[in-house]
Antibody, heavy 115, light 107 residues
Framework: QVQLQESGPGLVKPSETLSLTCTVSGGSISGAHWSWIRQPPGKGLEWIGY???????NYNPSLKSRVIISVDTSKNQFSLNLSSVTAADTAIYYC?????????WGQGTPVTVSS | EIVMTQSPATLSVSPGERATLSCRASQSVSSNLAWYQQKPGQAPRLLIY???TRITGIPARFSGSGSGTEFTLTISSLQSEDFAVYYC?????????FGGGTKVEIK
């Protein structure tokens, strides 16, 4: 069974770059699409973007200018970089196996943007 | 962007009763609609995709229906473990978008 685990700093300063990594275990990252989704405190879900194992990406237009998602197939990992963060980027960040619907999700990692 | 609207925001139901959750899309998403369940402190869990196909292991009391712009998730007889927030999500168009959620609480 595929398992995903997010990792990265829980606190990021305003204007800096949020960087998270998702490690996939129990299966290969190859042949699938992998997404990042976030959930602000007490709010709903927002899809950030996905990457195919080959490296092709698709981003939410609302975040596209600030987002880069990359993949490292040798480590079975994919990563999220979100630049120029503000308090509005405070959220729980989830990684998921998802191109359309997400059938496997990580447990989520909380990220707070604060000085 | 397709806007997904869920209603009601909160549904108060007694255990054993039926719950009916609605999801409306701002334009047709065909049958490219998924439902998730989220409990406090947990990640969303996929219940249904293709508007009506249950994931392996999801009890038969969960059923999905609809196509185009109107969708329904029905829980036929609520169990204690079913009290949670439910989200719909369309995957017909980019960007993928979620509804605002329906919280099913104990009456």
């Amino acid at each position: 069974q595929v398992q995903l685990q997010e990792s990265g700093p829980g606190l990021v300063k305003p204007s800096e770059t949020l960087s998270l990594t998702c490690t996939v275990s129990g299966g290969s990252i190859s042949g699938a699409h992998w997404s990042w989704i976030r959930q602000p405190p007490g709010k709903g879900l927002e899809w950030i973007g996905y990457i195919y194992y080959s490296g092709s990406t698709n981003y939410n237009p609302s975040l596209k200018s600030r987002v880069i998602i990359s993949v490292d197939t040798s480590k079975n990992q994919f990563s999220l970089n979100l630049s120029s963060v503000t308090a509005a980027d405070t959220a729980i960040y989830y990684c998921a196996k998802q191109r359309g619907y997400g059938d496997y999700w990580g447990q989520g990692t909380p990220v707070t943007v604060s000085s | 962007e397709i806007v997904m609207t869920q209603s009601p925001a909160t549904l108060s139901v007694s255990p054993g009763e039926r719950a009916t959750l609605s999801c409306r899309a701002s334009q047709s998403v065909s049958s490219n609609l998924a439902w998730y369940q989220q409990k406090p402190g947990q990640a969303p869990r996929l219940l249904i995709y293709g508007a009506s196909t249950r994931i392996t292991g999801i009890p038969a009391r969960f059923s999905g229906s609809g196509s185009g712009t109107e969708f329904t998730l029905t829980i036929s007889s609520l169990q204690s473990e079913d009290f949670a927030v439910y989200y719909c999500q369309q995957y017909n168009n980019w960007p993928l978008t979620f509804g605002g959620g329906t919280k099913v609480e104990i009456k």
